[in-house]
């Protein structure tokens, strides 16, 4: 059973005046400098004939407002991404926030080493298998890559991983090309029962990103398109870095982002009119001494804040880059960089958080980070939430009977509410002589133990059409 977020009340950065300044200036740039979108001539014409104003040789593509408002106006403000598992289905409805794995990264921290080394199949799966039992995951990306697969058709092995270690939806978004795109469909369409029944019931979903500052990748926009016409959820994703490939200015890191998304959700829109779409945001800030990126800091944050604002201006579920902390192992830097990124993002009202378990920037994946990062979502949670205040929890009648200098330890009020207090996984509460007798373990050590058990006891639902999901890969490894 998955754990999502149930909002009592949302963090607002910008005031109503500067959502609308900003969604102004999107406009303005979508409409005057445009985006490099390539697409092959007869869908340039249908750009064309949908109101685009389309350089057919620089493949740049210019928005007049009023299509792009028009066009969001045909997105669905919710919907749902079901689950092999219904029991998991998520309801995107601008009341409740989910948690996700992070995205592909290259190395892993080997669980029984402590090594970092590249990492396989067998690890995604692994790792995928932890999540499945961790509650607080509610769907899934690849988290690590499959390296030792063949590189043309990884994806797919990515999402056979996936679909056979857990029942949860899974976000398909390592595929970024018409191929692997039209294999995940095929895939897909073979657990549920088909292609008509894969549109009623999405499983899977898919996003693309841009090509920051103001572009799309020609293949990433037809592996849209194939998944558009599949009738699934597909959403649009920017990834600016500011000072690089968006201005130094948080507001102008975060226009340009803005223009890039609306930008691939209006033709989305125009040419899949109704489809489920949504509102992704990963932007980030250059490092200055080192060229990189900053994967945590306070612009990180107003960004994240940012970006779930737009959305809900839009009325589009939100997707946003969450923990992904720079921190080289599981330590302070990891934590204080994880939490406040989680709490920003709980607070401000994601509607998808991505995501948990990656190190160095989301290129080391570590079990024990994702078992931590699931304690911090978890601890957000509890307080994101807040309380009810009503007769029952006032518990008035239970003070009075009780009476001053006595306790409730035996009060039935007591038994019937205490395991509503939060209590941690990993979290060490144990008192110091207690925690010194049994070898001073550390949060890591309690982590490592937790995704050990996890891994010699959880078994996912069993998937009846594995070994045709295996000839299926085969044959697009033909193609």
Not at 453 to 461: D, G, N, T
Request: glycine share 8%.
């Amino acid at each position: 059973m998955i754990e999502p977020v149930q909002w009592k009340t949302r963090l607002e950065l910008l005031s109503d005046k500067e959502v609308r300044t900003l969604h102004q200036s999107s406009l303005r740039i979508m409409e005057r400098t445009g985006l490099v979108m390539p697409l092959s001539k007869a869908r340039q014409d249908q750009a064309c004939d949908l109101g685009l104003q389309v350089d057919r040789e620089t493949h740049l593509i210019r928005f007049p407002p009023e299509v792009v408002e028009a066009a969001l106006q045909k997105a669905p403000r919710r919907y749902t991404l079901c689950a092999r598992n219904p029991e998991n289905d998520l309801v995107l409805d601008g009341e409740h926030g989910y948690l996700t794995l992070d995205g592909s990264g290259t190395d892993v921290l080997d669980l029984e080493t402590g090594q970092v080394r590249p990492s396989t199949r067998a690890d995604l799966e692994a790792a995928v298998r932890v999540a499945d039992a961790l509650p607080q995951i509610s769907f899934l990306w690849p988290t690590v890559s499959a390296r030792d697969c063949p590189a043309r058709v990884q994806p797919l092995y990515e999402l056979e991983a996936m679909l056979t270690q857990s029942s949860k939806h899974v976000q398909a978004m390592t595929a970024v090309d018409p191929l692997n795109a039209q294999g995940t469909i095929e895939i897909a369409a073979e657990v549920v029962g088909g292609r008509e029944a894969l549109k009623k019931r999405p499983i899977v979903s898919n996003f693309q990103c841009s090509v920051s500052p103001l572009a799309y990748d020609e293949k990433a926009l037809e592996a849209a398109f194939v998944f558009g016409q599949a009738g699934l959820p597909t959403g649009f994703m920017d990834m600016t870095i500011g000072c690089g490939t968006a201005p130094a200015t948080l507001a102008g890191n975060a226009v340009v982002a803005n223009a890039e998304v609306l930008a691939g959700v209006t033709l989305f829109e125009l040419f899949f009119p109704g489809v489920p779409t949504f509102y992704g945001s990963c932007a980030t800030m250059m490092e200055l001494r080192s060229g990189g990126v900053t994967c945590g800091g306070p612009e990180d944050w107003l960004l994240q804040v940012v970006g779930c604002q737009m959305a809900r201006f839009y009325g589009l579920p939100s997707n946003i880059g969450t923990f992904a902390t720079g921190a080289k192992t599981s330590d302070w830097h990891a934590g204080v960089e994880n939490a406040l990124s989680g709490a920003v993002n709980q607070f401000c009202g994601a509607d998808m958080m991505c995501g948990a378990g990656l190190l160095n920037g989301a290129r080391l994946f570590s079990f024990e980070q994702l078992v931590m990062d699931c304690e911090i979502y978890d601890m957000l949670r509890a307080v994101v939430q807040g309380f009810a205040i009503n007769a029952e929890t006032l518990a008035e009648d239970v003070i009075h009977a009780t009476g001053p200098r006595s306790h409730f330890l035996k009060s039935k009020h007591t038994r019937a509410h205490m395991r509503e207090i939060w209590r941690p996984s990993v979290i060490d509460r144990t008192p110091w002589d207690e925690w010194v007798k049994r070898g001073r373990p550390t949060v890591n050590d309690r982590a490592r133990e937790k995704a050990k058990q996890v891994l010699a006891s959880h078994r996912p639902e069993p998937l009846a059409c594995a070994e045709r999901i295996r000839e299926i890969i085969a044959a697009y490894e033909r193609l």
